[in-house]
């Protein structure tokens, strides 16, 4: 069968490799994604968004995949680098109101030198 | 852009004790947003306005939290009392109105310890 990542909440890498943080949703009908970073003492920070209609999107060095069929979404940090040390959450939304967002559980990266 | 500007950024009270946060979002920004953060966990929607309606307060327990934004621009949000269980960040965000890919934008917060 094919295989769901897992949660962490905590993942360490290497500068220089390549990171993937998992983020599994609840519900079915959700029909937009996003991903925020959050650094020490500050606010979420937006990084990059998918809508349902849409199983990969690019940015810069980030890369967003959704799989509805195990409602399971991953983002993709190329080239890792210190800079993106960080709480990482992935947010859900069905409509288009912000406000009904729900966070999931972040996942606290760490990027060694 | 000036972002989200919260204040204070740090509170310690005791239970029982009132408490009051204050936040200025971006200019221009119709939608404003309280959120409550426990360590460790996402966000938590607490209350959203659009100009100086209330969108949604369904998860503000109302009978310690208020939270007001009479000019449709900055906001205060309320504790009183407060309880031990009320310790966690506060984040302000907002975002240009309610539509499609509405993005939201936020200030640092203001950690709240209930000592």
């Known amino acids: 069968g094919e295989s769901v990542g897992l949660h962490l909440p905590t993942l360490s890498v290497q500068e220089g490799d390549n990171s993937i943080i998992n983020c599994a949703y609840s519900n079915s009908a959700s029909d937009y994604f996003i991903w925020y970073k959050q650094e020490s003492g500050k606010g979420p920070q937006f990084i990059i968004d998918i809508r349902s209609n849409m199983d990969k999107r690019q940015g810069q060095r980030v890369t967003v995949l959704l799989n509805k069929t195990v409602k399971h979404l991953s983002l993709q940090i190329a080239a890792t680098q210190p800079g993106d040390s960080a709480v990482y959450f992935c947010a859900e939304r069905e409509g288009t109101n912000a406000g009904k967002s729900t966070f999931g559980d972040g996942t606290t990266l760490t990027v060694k030198p | 852009e000036a972002g989200v500007a919260q204040s204070p950024r740090y509170k310690i009270i005791e239970k029982r004790q009132s408490v009051a946060f204050w936040c200025n979002p971006i200019?221009?920004?119709?939608?404003l947003y309280w959120y409550q953060q426990i360590l460790g966990q996402g966000p938590k929607l607490l209350i959203q306005?659009?100009?100086?309606?209330?969108?949604?307060d369904s998860q503000l327990p109302k009978d310690r939290f208020s939270a007001e934004r009479l000019k449709g621009v900055d906001s205060t949000l309320k504790i009183q009392p407060a309880k031990l269980e009320d310790s966690a960040v506060y984040l302000c965000?907002?975002?240009?109105?309610?539509?499609?890919?509405?993005?939201?934008?936020f200030g640092s917060g203001t950690q709240l310890s209930v000592l």
């Open positions: 200019s221009g920004h119709a939608t």
């Open positions: 306005f659009q100009n100086n309606g209330v969108v949604d």
């Open positions: 965000a907002s975002s240009l109105t309610i539509g499609v890919d509405e993005k939201l934008f």
